[in-house]
């Protein structure tokens, strides 16, 4: 009688606890927005391009991170992951000038590079029997959502009884505490084959596959659609939503301005997404992972245009927040597992560091798009389009993707 793999191991608990954390903090930069912007009376522009140089140095910094995971170890490649991260928000609570802040996002974007997916995922897949791997890093990429929940609210809370400044030294805390978790991350390598074949093979190997390209470019509008919404959509918010109705359900709950539903929102996201992220896990282990990819940027598209072109209400908030948070990061899994589907899992960290980088980018122009267009124009509504008319040309790419496993290299 074969024993059925149990789907909830130590790496995939562990796993889950750095993601959460690591999450939690980077979902809060939104919230700090607005109070460094009015602190030093900077353009909107400013900050923006620190988290924008932050999602973008989290992109350059994936496959590195990946690579270094190969060839000294996961354990420590997440650890100076955890250094990185811990140095740049220490350092950038002492930040007064425009410059600095986005120097020293450089140092929180490799940080997340080392803690967040792109590892813990391969050591995840790594881990998983292939009746558990979908689910498990649907799993794993629901606890980056987890982090979500609480991250921007605490930042909001802690923001009223100390400095901003305080909270990033808090949050510095936090991701070395989560390095408790690392004794329990182990997972073995790869098949034979898949050991045999080099790095320089591999990405050889995936350089000539119209696939690889393909996945590639549509992760590009994951990146932009919640690169902006992280780090705009609590101002947006804010700022355009109608006024919250006395004696309504959202004031009986204590939301009770536009300032508190916009840090609310982000939190909603993330609380559907675990949902949505979990659902597209079982769904990956059943069906095409393409058609699933494809119609996730469909729902997308439809939901950013209802969103803007419909008056911005209260409940409208409350209601995009819920359907975006369903389909937010419910493409990771569903990538990632394409990847090591086509591509095998020996390099997996590696090969989706390298797609990640699209997303980051798209991440990077997002946020940056978001403040310098914001400046120019007085508004959102011109980086809002964007987002949409990237998110249908993603549903597009991923059509004639082929989902067929690559021959592993033979040796050299």
Same mark, same amino acid.
């Given at each position: $009688?074969?024993?059925?793999?149990?789907?909830?191991?130590?790496?995939?608990?562990?796993?889950?606890?750095?993601?959460?954390?690591?999450?939690?903090?980077?979902?809060?930069?939104?919230?700090?927005?607005?109070?460094?912007?009015?602190?030093?009376?900077?353009?909107?522009?400013?900050?923006?391009?620190?988290?924008?140089?932050?999602?973008?140095?989290?992109?350059?910094?994936?496959?590195?991170?990946?690579?270094?995971?190969?060839?000294?170890?996961?354990?420590?490649?997440?650890?100076?992951?955890?250094?990185?991260?811990? *140095?740049?928000?220490?350092?950038?609570?002492?930040?007064?000038?425009?410059?600095? =802040?986005?120097?020293?996002?450089?140092?929180?974007?490799?940080?997340?590079?080392?803690?967040?997916?792109?590892?813990?995922?391969?050591?995840?897949?790594?881990? /998983?029997?292939?009746?558990?791997? /979908?689910?498990?890093? #649907?799993?794993?990429?629901? *606890?980056?959502?987890?982090?979500?929940?609480? +991250? #921007?609210?605490?930042?909001?809370?802690?923001?009223?009884?100390?400095?901003?400044?305080?909270?990033?030294?808090?949050?510095?805390?936090?991701?070395? &505490?989560?390095?408790?978790?690392?004794?329990? $991350?182990?997972?073995?390598?790869?098949?034979? #084959?898949?050991?045999?074949?080099?790095?320089?093979?591999?990405?050889?190997?995936?350089?000539?596959?119209?696939?690889?390209?393909?996945?590639?470019?549509?992760?590009?509008?994951?990146?932009?659609?919640?690169?902006?919404?992280? *780090?705009?959509?609590? *101002?947006?918010?804010?700022?355009?939503?109608?006024?919250?109705?006395?004696?309504?359900?959202? =004031?009986?709950?204590?939301?009770?301005?536009?300032?508190? &539903?916009?840090?609310? /929102?982000?939190?909603?996201?993330?609380?559907?997404?675990?949902?949505?992220? &979990?659902?597209?896990?079982?769904?990956?282990?059943?069906?095409?992972?393409?058609?699933?990819?494809?119609?996730?940027?469909?729902?997308?598209?439809?939901?950013?245009?209802?969103?803007?072109?419909?008056?911005?209400?209260?409940?409208?908030?409350?209601?995009?927040?819920?359907?975006?948070? #369903?389909?937010?990061?419910?493409?990771?899994?569903?990538?990632?597992?394409?990847? +090591?589907?086509?591509?095998?899992?020996?390099?997996?960290?590696?090969?989706?560091?390298?797609?990640?980088? /699209? =997303?980051?980018?798209?991440?990077?122009?997002?946020?940056?798009?978001?403040?310098?267009?914001?400046?120019?124009?007085? +508004?959102?509504?011109?980086?809002?389009?964007?987002?949409?008319?990237?998110?249908?040309?993603?549903?597009?790419? =991923?059509?004639?993707?082929?989902?067929?496993?690559?021959?592993?290299?033979?040796?050299?």
């Amino acid at each position: $009688m074969q024993t059925r793999t149990p789907l909830f191991t130590p790496v995939l608990i562990m796993g889950c606890a750095i993601i959460l954390v690591s999450f939690a903090i980077r979902a809060s930069f939104g919230v700090f927005q607005i109070p460094i912007a009015e602190e030093f009376g900077w353009l909107r522009t400013e900050f923006s391009l620190a988290i924008a140089i932050q999602n973008l140095a989290w992109g350059v910094g994936q496959p590195i991170f990946g690579a270094i995971a190969e060839k000294i170890g996961d354990r420590k490649a997440i650890f100076l992951g955890a250094l990185f991260y811990a *140095a740049g928000l220490v350092l950038s609570s002492s930040a007064v000038t425009p410059e600095g =802040h986005q120097f020293y996002e450089i140092l929180v974007g490799f940080g997340i590079a080392g803690t967040g997916f792109g590892i813990i995922l391969a050591i995840v897949g790594r881990a /998983s029997s292939d009746e558990n791997r /979908s689910m498990s890093l #649907a799993i794993a990429t629901a *606890a980056g959502s987890g982090g979500q929940v609480f +991250g #921007a609210p605490l930042a909001e809370w802690m923001l009223g009884f100390m400095t901003w400044q305080s909270v990033f030294i808090v949050f510095a805390a936090a991701i070395l &505490l989560a390095m408790a978790a690392l004794p329990m $991350m182990r997972a073995p390598q790869a098949s034979r #084959a898949e050991l045999e074949e080099t790095l320089t093979q591999i990405l050889g190997r995936a350089a000539k596959s119209p696939s690889y390209a393909l996945i590639f470019i549509g992760f590009f509008s994951c990146g932009y659609q919640l690169g902006f919404i992280t *780090a705009h959509f609590p *101002a947006f918010v804010t700022e355009l939503c109608g006024p919250i109705a006395p004696g309504g359900i959202l =004031h009986g709950l204590g939301i009770t301005t536009t300032s508190a &539903l916009g840090a609310v /929102s982000i939190s909603l996201i993330g609380l559907s997404n675990i949902v949505g992220t &979990l659902t597209a896990g079982w769904l990956g282990q059943r069906y095409s992972k393409k058609y699933l990819l494809a119609g996730i940027y469909t729902a997308r598209t439809i939901a950013g245009a209802l969103f803007i072109l419909l008056p911005i209400t209260p409940a409208s908030v409350i209601v995009f927040s819920t359907v975006m948070g #369903a389909l937010w990061l419910a493409t990771v899994p569903l990538t990632a597992g394409l990847v +090591g589907q086509i591509f095998g899992l020996r390099y997996l960290a590696t090969l989706y560091g390298i797609v990640f980088f /699209s =997303h980051q980018l798209g991440s990077f122009m997002g946020v940056w798009l978001g403040g310098r267009l914001y400046d120019a124009t007085g +508004g959102y509504g011109a980086v809002w389009w964007i987002g949409v008319g990237v998110g249908a040309l993603s549903a597009i790419v =991923h059509l004639p993707i082929r989902e067929r496993p690559t021959a592993v290299a033979a040796p050299a």
